[in-house]
């Protein structure tokens, strides 16, 4: 196999080569343990020096599904590719990989940055706690509900979407009787995405449309929520 991809890895170290993203592909599609430090520099080339879409090579890495492979990925969420770090949005991606992945010995990656990354990719972070389903994980989301920024408790509503439980509800409901419309609005679609059903809230409501569709979600649960389980729905990934 080796000999086989060594024709392609002549071409990702000539800049100058006509059929780069071919090569891209092949290494990409289908990895092997002896590209990995192939694919770590290829996630960390510069602008310069990249032929190659960087999103698809973090997905390279996940598909050679290693822990080393893995811990390139959470690297570039952490502090992005070497001489990047202002490229949040292949950071976002490898936070969005490392959700789908959902090995727990990665959530201190994505705690560190709820805590202290740059307010872009905090967003990113929470959601992706969501998919853990870990407790350490769930308590940050539910924490995330009474945080002063409405941001924060956006994107912990939607974490909470990403977990799937029951136990989610409740707390979603009363986030119906949140002071800002844009959180209510993110609280009702979660309840929906997470129900199936289909009450309907405007999207310019006051607080009195959403404690009169609060009432009918808090019926709604007392009728069913010793029955409902939420439908998991399986990862949408080839890795």
């Known amino acids: 196999l080796r000999a086989a991809f060594e024709p392609y890895l002549k071409i990702l170290g000539n800049p100058a080569a006509s059929n780069v993203s071919e090569a891209a592909l092949v290494a990409t599609a289908l990895p092997q343990p002896f590209l990995l430090e192939k694919l770590r520099e ?51 991606y490898a936070v969005t990989l490392l959700g789908q992945k959902g090995d727990p010995v990665f959530i201190p990656v994505l705690l560190e940055l709820v805590s202290a990354g740059p307010e872009e990719l905090r967003g990113n972070a929470l959601r992706a706690l969501g ?3 870990h407790p350490r994980a769930n308590q940050v989301l539910f924490e995330k509900l009474r945080s002063p920024s409405p941001g924060d408790r956006v994107n912990g509503i939607l974490g909470l979407r990403n977990l799937r439980s029951k136990d989610a509800v409740p707390a979603l409901i009363a ?58 729905q399986p990862p949408c990934r080839d890795w």
């Open 42 to 92: 290829m996630a960390n080339a510069s602008e310069k020096e990249r032929h190659w879409d960087r999103q698809q090579v973090l997905e390279g890495l996940a598909r050679l599904g290693t822990r080393a492979a893995w811990e390139v990925i959470a690297d570039v969420a952490r502090r992005g590719a070497a001489g990047s770090a202002t490229d949040n949005t292949l950071r976002a």
């Open 131 to 133: 998919l853990f389903n």
């Open 175 to 232: 986030m119906l009787n949140d002071s800002e419309a844009q959180v209510r609005q993110v609280a009702h679609f979660a309840l929906q995405g997470l129900t199936g059903q289909k009450f309907k809230l405007s999207t310019s409501a006051p607080p009195r449309e959403a404690g009169r569709v609060r009432e009918r979600w808090q019926s709604w649960w007392r009728e069913h929520g010793a029955k409902f389980t939420p439908a998991r």
